[in-house]
């Protein structure tokens, strides 16, 4: 069973809209490298787990709760970045003025470059399964193969690369909500890769200085530095309310050999509040008449 909290995973600071960088953020959410995938992934792996080690199925099982919080903070965060796009920069990409409402949706080079129409046409300005081609995620991605050292070599290595794309996301934009998220989800796929390689080094694997991958000082970003400040990339939380092994294996020196130690955390995290999204006429979103509105006011002040 799963419970969920009405709260983000970490806070998403305000900023203008981006739909470009709404855009490119589509790779890091529905991408063959994406938050999509490794959720599924993990998901799947403890899913289908055999045999008696149960910490490693413990430890597979808590990335993977924590991946599905991942996949809520990035879409969010697209769709904040999407948001009155319409009037992004002044209006001077369209919408606004003399424009029509969605004009910018049609923008190309100098008006939009980058865009991806489906945000406008398909989504009401939200984000969609798909990476920043706009090719619709696929189970395919999900590697499952059953063999314990085997999955933990592919789940490493999805977390790197993932954490390498998302640096490079870091390089594409100075927007400040695109940055908080991209840079909370650096530092925990710096941890993810830690819990994973701390998985196989119990099974005999010696790191020596691959880690973290890609091998930087990471603390040369200001926000990904606030965060490391914190331990945040040492620390991996369980999920479970009834008890994990996970702290069998996640505990002790840190796998990147730095003199760091990595620890299993028994409180989660507090999380960030989530705000409810605006309506937007242009879209036709909700869509709701007055009426209509009006009763399902009623019906959520019944409710509390």
């Not at 090719?135 to 590697?143: D, Q, R, T």
């Amino acid at each position: 069973m799963y419970f969920h909290v009405q709260k983000l995973i970490n806070e998403i600071v305000p900023d203008e809209p981006d739909p470009q960088a709404a855009n490119a953020l589509q790779e890091g959410l529905g991408g063959q490298f994406g938050e999509m995938r490794t959720m599924m992934q993990y998901l799947f792996q403890s899913f289908n787990f055999r045999g008696p080690a149960k910490q490693y199925k413990d430890l597979i099982h808590a990335v993977a709760v924590e991946e599905i919080s991942h996949v809520e903070l990035i879409a969010t965060t697209i769709s904040r970045l999407l948001d009155g796009a319409p009037k992004y920069r002044g209006n001077e990409m369209g919408g606004g003025g003399d424009g029509t409402p969605l004009e910018v949706a049609l923008g190309g080079s100098g008006k939009g470059g980058g865009l991806n129409i489906h945000h406008f046409l398909v989504g009401a300005q939200g984000a969609l399964p798909v990476d920043a081609a706009g090719n619709p995620w696929s189970g395919s991605y999900v590697y499952n193969s059953g063999n314990l050292t085997l999955d933990l070599i592919y789940n490493l290595m999805l977390e790197a690369t993932g954490r390498l794309q998302k640096c490079r996301l870091y390089e594409m934009t100075d927007n400040k909500t695109a940055r908080a998220t991209i840079s909370y989800l650096i530092v925990r796929d710096h941890a993810h890769e830690q819990v994973f390689a701390k998985a196989l080094q119990s099974l005999g694997v010696d790191w020596g200085k691959t880690l973290p991958i890609p091998n930087f000082d990471a603390t040369k970003f200001p926000e990904v530095k606030k965060l490391m400040d914190k331990g945040l990339h040492n620390e991996q939380h369980h999920w479970r309310l009834d008890g994990s092994l996970l702290g069998a294996i996640f505990q002790g020196p840190s796998p990147t050999n730095n003199g760091e130690t990595v620890s299993t955390t028994e409180q989660p995290p507090e999380g960030a509040p989530m705000t409810d999204a605006p309506e937007r006429p242009e879209e036709f979103s909700p869509g709701l008449s007055p009426e209509l509105m009006e009763l399902a006011q009623h019906i959520a002040k019944l409710s509390k």
